[in-house]
């Protein structure tokens, strides 16, 4: 916990030097395919010490969270297996030291996109769940790309135009509000948005 406390400051202090916004681009990158901070820690401090680039900042995170994504299935498609079609050393790393990915979710995942397919990658992107996993499982597990790179974008850029627009809307005010429940209304957004789909799935 204290490491990772370490980490959440390092990722915040780069609100305060010159190069934050190329920070910002990085750590979304990042965290789609491997790193375990979330970029929305880095991109509400931005968006506060320059509300007016709100929406700039949500867009960079959009792009490069989707770009780190692709990234993500680049390696569950080509390095995730060995020849003899069990994990290689990269995925045995992954599973040592990134917290929350081991072979039970993984093979968890799999029977996820089996039975939601689009939205599995939806929710994963727009909530709290590490995206990170499922970037990885899904090109790991040959989920159509196209679907995945839709859902994908879709759902980042969801999530992170609604911080910066909060943000741009009602400045330092929101902070507080985001902090404690802005995962707990994405959470709550994703399942009467797919509750809705099946509903009507369900009447047709």
């Given at each position: 916990?204290?490491?990772?406390?370490?980490?959440?400051?390092?990722?915040?202090?780069?609100?305060?030097?010159?190069?934050?916004?190329?920070?910002?681009?990085?750590?979304?990158?990042?965290?789609?395919?491997?790193?375990?901070?979330?970029?929305?820690?880095?991109?509400?401090?931005?968006?506060?010490?320059?509300?007016?680039?709100?929406?700039?900042?949500?867009?960079?995170?959009?792009?490069?969270?989707?770009?780190?994504?692709?990234?993500?299935?680049?390696?569950?498609?080509?390095?995730?297996?060995?020849?003899?079609?069990?994990?290689?050393?990269?995925?045995?790393?992954?599973?040592?030291?990134?917290?929350?990915?081991?072979?039970?979710?993984?093979?968890?995942?799999?029977?996820?996109?089996?039975?939601?397919?689009?939205?599995?990658?939806?929710?994963?992107?727009?909530?709290?769940?590490?995206?990170?996993?499922?970037?990885i499982s899904a090109g790991a597990f040959d989920i159509n790309f196209v679907m995945f790179l839709i859902a994908g974008l879709v759902s980042?850029?969801?999530?992170?135009?609604?911080?910066?627009?909060?943000?741009?809307?009602?400045?330092?005010?929101?902070?507080?509000?985001?902090?404690?429940?802005?995962?707990?209304?994405?959470?709550?957004?994703?399942?009467?948005?797919?509750?809705?789909?099946?509903?009507?799935?369900?009447?047709?």
């Amino acid at each position: 916990m204290k490491f990772m406390r370490k980490l959440y400051d390092w990722v915040l202090h780069w609100a305060e030097t010159p190069y934050g916004p190329a920070a910002l681009i990085v750590l979304s990158f990042a965290e789609a395919s491997f790193f375990p901070i979330p970029p929305d820690v880095l991109l509400i401090a931005l968006a506060l010490g320059s509300r007016k680039k709100s929406l700039i900042f949500a867009l960079y995170c959009s792009l490069s969270s989707v770009a780190g994504a692709i990234f993500g299935y680049g390696i569950g498609q080509f390095l995730w297996w060995s020849e003899a079609n069990q994990f290689s050393s990269v995925a045995n790393f992954f599973f040592n030291n990134i917290p929350g990915f081991t072979t039970d979710v993984f093979y968890q995942i799999q029977g996820m996109y089996e039975e939601w397919n689009f939205w599995i990658i939806f929710t994963a992107g727009f909530t709290p769940i590490p995206f990170k996993v499922f970037t990885i499982s899904a090109g790991a597990f040959d989920i159509n790309f196209v679907m995945f790179l839709i859902a994908g974008l879709v759902s980042r850029s969801a999530r992170f135009f609604l911080v910066g627009w909060l943000i741009y809307k009602f400045g330092e005010p929101i902070r507080s509000f985001i902090d404690k429940y802005f995962n707990w209304l994405a959470l709550a957004f994703t399942i009467l948005l797919i509750g809705g789909f099946y509903i009507i799935k369900y009447l047709i």
